[in-house]
């Protein structure tokens, strides 16, 4: 399979392109991503003055706004690092991981409409079960028409920040490194995957996200080849996290900006629908909207 929109963002990063670069890269990003975030954390702790034990607590159960929006807007500390690895390791400017900004700042809104649409419509069909959903107990409808632009601000960050890394740097490296697209589409897909393993939230069914996860990762390092841009996986991205952050959420699990929560917990959900299958569907629903309107 040959993805030609794909090379202006691959031809950056030939020059340079060693296997070992790119595991240094992922590994100082991953390192200071981690030590920036501490930073971060600790830093909020002391001006609330929280002891290290109640702020543990709160990032253990984050159901608070306050506490979502600081996770999601931490998300910016994923994706400077890798900026700085683009530029000191592969000599390359740290634009290069998108396509020219006119094109991109076209392609976000574009795709983003089209998964909205998708979305609403899907959401109408019957069975509705509207009725199944809970109001959030820590916030009004006026209250979350107020944070709504924050929501979806910190929403943006978290998915740009994961595409940036995912599928603009680790894909594209892989991508000058390796012709054969199973590689470079695969690797970062399946580590994309992994790391949603999380026993503590989803119990026994957590290897159904990890399952997910891939499939969305694929999907979405399909959508960058195709599209050349890194917007149309952000746009994917962006739409499928705002509905279960922003809308309805589990109320374990970042659910401080959501208008309602689900009436299970995450790990409630993965034991009555082990397979997960809907969740599947509405991505490869997702998906196939995304290459219709490309008409790629």
Not at 49 to 56: A, F, G, P, T, Y
Request: aromatic share 14%.
């Amino acid at each position: 399979m040959r993805y030609p929109y794909y090379e202006p963002l691959i031809a950056p990063a030939r020059k340079h392109a060693q296997i070992w670069r790119l595991a240094l890269g992922l590994m100082l990003g991953t390192v200071l991503y981690y030590l920036s975030i501490l930073y971060v954390f600790s830093s909020i702790a002391r001006a609330l003055q929280m002891s290290m034990d109640e702020l543990s607590f709160a990032l253990g159960s984050i159901t608070t706004p306050f506490w979502t929006g600081v996770t999601l807007f931490t998300f910016i500390c994923m994706a400077v690092p890798i900026f700085l690895m683009v530029e000191v390791l592969h000599k390359r400017r740290w634009h290069t991981l998108f396509a020219p900004w006119h094109v991109e700042k076209r392609m976000f809104p574009y795709v983003s409409a089209a998964l909205l649409i998708l979305v609403i419509a899907l959401e109408l069909l019957p069975p509705w079960n509207l009725g199944l959903l809970k109001p959030n107990p820590l916030l009004s409808a006026g209250s979350w028409l107020m944070i709504l632009p924050i929501a979806i601000i910190g929403v943006l960050i978290q998915t740009s920040a994961e595409e940036i890394v995912f599928r603009g740097y680790f894909q594209s490296q892989l991508a000058a490194r390796f012709n054969n697209p199973i590689i470079w589409m695969l690797v970062p897909s399946v580590i994309f995957g992994c790391l949603h393993y999380d026993p503590n939230t989803w119990g026994d069914g957590a290897i159904w996200p990890v399952l997910w996860a891939t499939l969305f990762g694929l999907c979405a390092a399909d959508l960058v080849a195709r599209s050349g841009t890194l917007s149309a996986a952000i746009a994917f991205h962006f739409v499928n996290n705002l509905y279960p952050l922003v809308f309805a959420a589990f109320p374990d699990n970042l659910s401080g900006f959501a208008l309602f929560h689900l009436p299970w917990t995450s790990e409630e959900m993965l034991e009555q629908n082990p397979m997960l299958l809907t969740d599947f569907l509405f991505v490869l629903c997702n998906w196939l909207m995304v290459r219709l309107i490309l008409k790629r």
